[in-house]
């Protein structure tokens, strides 16, 4: 097979997650990094400063933008400035929450580019990540294979039917570590507000978290199924969840949450 060229466009929290998660695969591609403000690459990768720096020899298979939306107009409009015919050999996979494939495509001055969404998450640094994609009309089977490879290298993949499904991803997986962060730094704070010291407490929680999650990727059971195990009647854990479960708790919060990241993520798109 192949090793596959990119070109990473934004080497930031997202970015730079991806890029460690590709570096520490075991074929990693070959990455050519466009970054402002990044100091180190790792061994291998070129890093480019602004587009005008992009040298000759670089013809990339793809190229990851992961700036903010807001930026993308402008840097699509380099790149095609820069790359040239380059751009008619290459397929665009954008990470980012918002702009629409078609949108993508005119800023890269082409109707027909192929352009493949993705929204991924930052546990891909450590090959744990979980990624939505949708590839448009003109993306072709081999490129969305090679999509779904490089995004299967770092974690999980789902492709989704629709592009609007997209946003359904950020609220449950893109933006969801997040959460899940929030609940680790909440738990942390209890158990040293209630004696443990910060050590322990920190240690506690993301053992516990860690061991959530790899329960969650290794065995069948369903979620639910797990939660039950843990929930002896009339124990401690059925203590805890009847204050989570009130239906104005977490059956109320976690959609409402949800909505909120899907109103931003339209509202990223204009
Ligand atoms: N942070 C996250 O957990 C996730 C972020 N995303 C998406 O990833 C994209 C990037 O987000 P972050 O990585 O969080 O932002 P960030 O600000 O950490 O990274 C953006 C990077 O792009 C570089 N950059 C921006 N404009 C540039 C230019 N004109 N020339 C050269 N370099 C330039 C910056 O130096 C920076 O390193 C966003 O579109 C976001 O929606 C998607 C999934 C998860
Ligand atoms: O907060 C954001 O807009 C980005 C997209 C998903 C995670 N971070």
């Known amino acids: 097979m192949t090793i596959p060229?990119?070109?990473?466009?934004?080497?930031?929290?997202?970015?730079g997650a991806l890029m460690r998660g590709w570096v520490s695969s075991p074929t990693p591609p070959r990455i050519f990094i466009l970054d402002r403000k990044l100091q180190d690459a790792p061994a291998g990768?070129?890093?480019?400063?602004?587009?005008?720096?992009?040298?000759?020899?670089?013809k990339p298979d793809i190229i990851v933008l992961a700036v903010k939306p807001a930026g993308a107009e402008a840097m699509l409009s380099s790149l095609k400035t820069v790359?040239?015919?380059?751009?008619?050999?290459?397929?665009?996979?954008s990470v980012m929450a918002g702009k629409s494939c078609e949108k993508l495509a005119s800023w890269c001055g082409r109707a027909d580019m192929p352009v493949i969404r993705t929204m991924p998450n930052t546990p891909s640094c450590v090959g744990a990540g979980a990624t939505g994609l949708y590839a448009s009309p003109h993306v072709s089977q081999a490129q969305k294979d090679l999509a779904i490879r490089l995004m299967e290298q770092v974690g999980t993949v789902v492709s989704v039917p629709h592009e609007e499904d997209l946003r359904t991803v950020i609220a449950i997986a893109g933006s969801a570590p997040a959460y899940v962060f929030y609940l680790a730094e909440l738990l942390e704070k209890v158990g040293q507000d209630f004696g443990l010291d910060a050590h322990a407490s920190r240690a506690l929680v993301r053992g516990m978290i860690y061991g959530v999650g790899k329960m969650l990727h290794e065995l069948p059971e369903d979620a639910e199924t797990l939660r039950k195990n843990v929930t002896s009647?009339?124990?401690?854990?059925?203590?805890?969840?009847?204050?989570?479960?009130?239906?104005?708790?977490?059956p109320r919060l976690i959609p409402e949450a949800a909505k909120a990241a899907i109103k931003r993520s339209r509202e990223l798109d204009d």
């Open 5 to 15: 060229t990119l070109l990473l466009v934004g080497c930031g929290k997202m970015g």
């Open 45 to 58: 990768c070129t890093i480019f400063r602004t587009p005008e720096e992009i040298t000759p020899d670089v």
């Open 83 to 93: 790359l040239g015919e380059r751009m008619n050999h290459t397929a665009l996979l």
């Open 233 to 250: 009647p009339n124990g401690t854990t059925a203590a805890a969840l009847s204050v989570f479960m009130k239906e104005e708790h977490w």
